[in-house]
């Protein structure tokens, strides 16, 4: 071991969450409606399947994009041969411009000040290289995508301080609950480079208000840190309120000439809005040029290969694609999310209103045993090994308060997730029962010895009265 270094022997990747530890069990016993019928089903995952018929309509449409042709002729050849780490000019500019569509073009983009990446995953991590060294702090408000533990903190040594949010406002931001995380980073001796927030919530499913990002602006302005936006979920917002970029606050704030301007960074990808997770496009949109440059660099470690670029970048200019895509997607996601929400209520749990993502953030405290996250954790562990869900206890997301979980509706057909929410009302009902009958003999127990006081009281009473005679 000694001859390792210690990024390798370390436990920082956060490996054994639970969000983790799920995957790992779903995968020893998938669920398959012929196969392995008795599988666990993955409502883990934050996977979007609900268009891919509209994508793979597009590419029998057009041939010439999947076979990398141009005007019918192949540029293999062009696409197969090195291209330095700036990205393909026709798919910046067909990304930028999706982009500020699904901002619904109150915002734009300038492809100067984009870098490409493998994912939001680097994207993240670079930014954490760029802004940050060893031992420093980036504030998260709570609670937070598992994944952060690994993205932003394995191996740039960065520290996360949470921003405490809870239940009694939805779980949003406030003044109070910033100011304090930054005096627990101070307590810490750790300075504080940023503030990253994830609009829309992963894994709330809700868009952050005008309020909240007015206040974030003022907060980092005031403290002269950054401000880091994964907006990789903006386009799955299904109903209002509408999704506000933090470049639109900038904008309408008249910012642009300010210090601020340049230290506020938005994070995309393809992952989510389009569903292409597998082909790792992600992207840093800075208005920093020096982060620019130094990202641009970094991103040789992490390149979106030129095959890639070049059919996304024939996807994204169809304008008449991106439009019905777009539309169709916000449509799908409601109904799926509708469903979600029915069959939870029929089971009798309830979730925090959400208008955005491929997951809910349910609420089921009502089922805990006590009011603690051992309690969480016994409860996950029979949904994942008896109930055969995997779904993602709210500890692993760093929630301050135990029994909220993150349930995904969008990796699934309508039938899976309708076998899934049978399963659960089946479990929730057993466990009503349950508590039910501990409650009635609980009862009689307390009957039964209230009887045997009352006797005994009364043969000491008959004893006394004889002994008095």
Request: net charge neutral; aromatic share 10%.
């Amino acid at each position: 071991m000694g001859l390792l270094s210690r990024k390798v022997t370390c436990n920082s990747h956060g490996q054994d969450s639970s969000y983790f530890l799920g995957w790992q069990e779903y995968e020893k016993n998938p669920y398959d409606e012929v196969k392995n019928p008795k599988g666990i089903i993955q409502m883990g995952l934050a996977e979007n399947q609900l268009c891919f018929d509209l994508l793979e309509s597009w590419l029998a449409k057009n041939p010439d994009a999947v076979s990398f042709k141009r005007e019918e002729q192949s540029i293999f050849k062009e696409l197969a041969l090195f291209q330095d780490y700036h990205g393909l000019p026709a798919f910046k500019k067909a990304l930028v411009d999706f982009m500020a569509e699904i901002r619904g073009n109150k915002v734009s983009f300038d492809t100067d000040y984009l870098v490409l990446t493998a994912g939001a995953t680097s994207a993240n991590e670079t930014l954490m290289f760029c802004l940050a060294e060893k031992g420093d702090a980036i504030l998260l408000p709570t609670p937070y995508y598992p994944g952060f533990d690994r993205d932003l903190k394995w191996r740039t040594g960065v520290e996360i301080v949470s921003i405490q949010c809870s239940s009694s406002n939805g779980f949003q931001i406030t003044e109070s609950a910033l100011e304090a995380a930054y005096q627990e980073a101070q307590r810490k001796n750790l300075r504080v480079k940023g503030v990253l927030v994830t609009n829309p919530s992963n894994p709330l499913g809700t868009t952050m208000s005008r309020n909240e990002l007015d206040l974030l602006v003022n907060f980092v302005t005031d403290k002269e840190i950054h401000l880091i936006s994964d907006e990789i979920y903006s386009g799955t917002v299904f109903s209002s309120p509408a999704f506000v970029s933090i470049m639109e606050v900038l904008k309408d704030r008249k910012l642009e000439n300010t210090q601020v301007w340049e230290r506020v960074h938005v994070v995309y990808s393809l992952s989510k809005d389009l569903g292409l997770p597998g082909f790792r496009v992600g992207a840093i949109y800075s208005n920093d040029p020096i982060v620019v440059a130094a990202a641009t660099k970094m991103s040789s470690f992490g390149l979106v290969s030129s095959q890639t670029q070049y059919l996304l970048s024939a996807m994204l200019s169809d304008k008449k694609f991106t439009k019905e895509y777009i539309s169709k997607n916000h449509k799908r996601l409601q109904k799926r999310q509708n469903k979600l929400v029915s069959g939870l209520e029929k089971a009798g749990i309830s979730c925090l209103e959400s208008n955005a993502g491929l997951f809910c953030w349910v609420d089921m405290r009502h089922l805990l045993s006590s009011n603690t996250f051992e309690a969480e954790m016994e409860l996950w562990k029979r949904i994942v090994y008896d109930v055969k869900l995997n779904i993602s206890p709210g500890s692993s997301c760093h929630c301050t308060e135990p029994g909220w979980f993150r349930v995904c509706f969008a990796n699934m057909s309508e039938d899976t997730l309708k076998l899934a929410m049978q399963r659960l009302k089946s479990f929730v009902s057993s466990i009503t029962i349950d508590n039910q009958t501990h409650q009635d003999l609980k009862n009689m127990r307390k009957k039964n010895r209230t009887k045997w006081v009352f006797r005994l009281s009364f043969q000491s009473f008959h004893d006394r009265e004889q002994g008095e005679r």
